[in-house]
Nanobody, 124 residues
Framework: QLQLVESGGGSVQVGGSLRLSCAASGRTSYSYCIGWFRQAPGKEREGVGAIENDGTISYGPLVKGRFTISKDSAKNTLELQMNDLRPEDTAMYYC??????????????????WGQGTQVTVSP
């Protein structure tokens, strides 16, 4: 099993920045596809960014150019730097991992392991 714990959420104003972190524990010796997802009330969970097993990075179209995903394998952490935040970025943000992302790196159902989420709120 793999356990994921997110941190770093909070409230910011439009144009502000936040940095989310996801700490992994448990079976961290395996290679995983890892990603960030978000879900706003009444909306489907959407892919924000992902790093595949081979290091390929992808971003959702709504965040590309503003968000940066990175990982530190030595520390077993996944980061998401979010800049130029907008009200529409308000959502619960989740860290996710899977042994592979053959269903798609930004597809939620491709992932088996999930954190509990951290709330991000962007106010006008």
């Amino acid at each position: 099993q793999l356990q994921l714990v997110e941190s770093g959420g909070g409230s910011v104003q439009v144009g502000g920045s936040l940095r989310l972190s996801c700490a992994a524990s448990g079976r961290t010796s395996y290679s995983y596809c890892i990603g960030w997802f978000r879900q706003a009330p009444g909306k489907e969970r959407e892919g924000v960014g992902a790093i595949e097993n081979d290091g390929t990075i992808s971003y959702g179209p709504l965040v590309k150019g503003r968000f940066t995903i990175s990982k530190d394998s030595a520390k077993n952490t996944l980061e998401l730097q979010m800049n130029d935040l907008r009200p529409e970025d308000t959502a619960m943000y989740y860290c996710a991992a899977d042994f592979s992302c053959f269903r798609g790196a930004l597809v939620a159902r491709a992932y088996e392991f999930w954190g509990q989420g951290t709330q991000v709120t962007v106010s006008p």
